[in-house]
């Protein structure tokens, strides 16, 4: 099982890319592919969305088409998405990569009640493109210890985790 994961966060080092990174240690017999590439994509334009596409939209697309399910990490901006992350959704509007495709949306942010209009708009993003939408995962960053230059999944969150993981399989 190929699991791609993107972290809806810009910034390298970002608590949201410390998590999917957390995800993958704390899960090491699973295959995580992290997706880095959407900062270059370029911005959505209707009018831009046909062959040759930019190479970066080809990249992306190819790494929605080859993996198994996908997990999304987002923070909250303005009570919404960041803006990166609905650009890179708007890319596969009309090429369908998450048609069908297992998907567990996260948000991350520091906080209850943060995340919970980001999530919302994250969902009605997703039911758009007709991913199949496993369970939504609010996890919160005062619940999560670091060590060092590393996050810690709290014993909550791997549990969390581990069953959301299971729905991901089908």
Do not use: C
């Not at 399910?69 to 992350?85: F, K, Q, R, S």
Request: glycine share 6%; hydrophobic share 45%.
């Amino acid at each position: 099982m190929n699991i791609l994961t993107l972290s809806g966060s810009a910034r390298p080092g970002s608590s949201n890319q410390l998590l999917l990174e957390a995800i993958a240690a704390a899960f090491p017999d699973y295959r995580f592919t992290h997706f880095t590439g959407l900062p270059q994509l370029p911005l959505f334009l209707p009018d831009l969305d046909h062959a040759p596409w930019p190479a970066p939209v080809i990249e992306w697309r190819q790494a929605l088409q080859s993996a198994t399910a996908v997990i999304i990490t987002t923070p909250e901006y303005i009570h919404n998405l960041p803006a990166l992350l609905k650009n890179a959704l708007e890319w596969i509007a009309s090429s369908g990569e998450l048609v069908g495709k297992p998907v567990l949306p996260i948000t991350f942010t520091p906080s209850t009640p943060r995340g919970e209009r980001a999530m919302q708009s994250l969902l009605w993003s997703l039911g758009a493109l007709d991913a199949r939408i496993v369970a939504e995962l609010p996890l919160y960053q005062n619940e999560m210890e670091r060590e060092g230059q590393r996050l810690l999944l709290s014993a909550d969150a791997e549990e969390m985790m581990e069953e959301a993981l299971k729905l991901l399989k089908g």
